[in-house]
């Protein structure tokens, strides 16, 4: 009996530490994505271009959406997000 | 210091109800500055300092975890609507998002991450068929 409280310990522990290190490489690749896109920390002189990115990024998705009639919430949320993405840029393009 | 948005499935430990001042990056080197509230953020937490600067985790110094973050989809609709409601609204009252450490570039900086994400993920994802 206490051999099999044991063992069960034992596996829990190994589930948390596997559960743990899974999460911290899903944290690294997320840090290493946005790195690599330069989203981590925008330069001054780079958020028109990032906003750019933002807006094809949605309107790709968009064209895949416009195939689908079940998907409703996603595409009117994601035009929603480019409707922001565009008054930002005007905003932006206002400053420059 | 007041800590905002706590959620049960994360437990940071820090920072320390008692931590007051903090040390973080800056174009220039290095700054500090008193922390008034930690604030969840689309992808990150972010300190707003007394002044109204505001501070992502990740240029934080000092000892203490690896900053947290959230997923795209943990985001409600609803909260993702406000933050671009608040991202236009500050658009809209002349705020430029290239001034350093302030409200609106921080807002959108963690907005621009958090949708390159979003459909990062969404792009690998095919559309529902058509019924």
Redesign the interface.
């Known amino acids: 009996m206490t051999i099999r409280v044991s063992l069960t310990e034992v596996r829990e522990e190994a589930e948390r530490n596997i559960m743990g290190k899974a999460d911290q490489s899903e944290k690294q690749q997320v840090w290493t994505l946005l790195s690599e896109a330069g989203l981590v920390d925008i330069p001054t002189d780079e958020f028109s271009e990032r906003v750019k990115d933002a807006k094809k990024a949605i309107m790709d998705r968009l064209g895949e959406l416009l195939t689908s009639t079940t998907d409703v919430e996603e595409r009117d949320s994601a035009a929603y997000s480019l409707a922001t993405l565009k008054k930002l840029e005007i905003a932006l393009q206002r400053r420059e | 210091m007041r800590l905002t948005e706590k959620r049960p499935d994360v437990r940071p430990k820090w920072p320390s109800e008692e931590v007051q001042i903090v040390t973080f990056t800056s174009r220039g080197g290095t700054a500090t500055g008193v922390v008034k509230e930690v604030r969840w953020g689309l992808?990150w937490r972010d300190f707003i300092l007394d002044d109204g600067r505001v501070i992502?985790e990740?240029?934080i110094l000092g000892e203490h975890e690896?900053p947290v973050?959230r997923k795209p989809q943990d985001i409600s609709?609803d909260e993702?609507?406000a933050w671009?409601r608040r991202?236009?609204s500050m658009?809209?009252a002349g705020l430029?998002?290239?001034d350093?450490e302030q409200p609106f570039r921080a807002e959108?900086?963690q907005y621009?991450?958090y949708?390159?994400?979003r459909?990062?993920e969404?792009?690998h994802k095919?559309?529902?068929?058509?019924?």
């Open positions: 992808v992502p990740h240029k690896s973050w609709q993702r609507a671009e991202l236009a658009a809209d430029d998002p290239r350093e959108l900086n621009l991450a949708t390159y994400l459909f990062k969404a792009r095919p559309p529902a068929k058509q019924t």
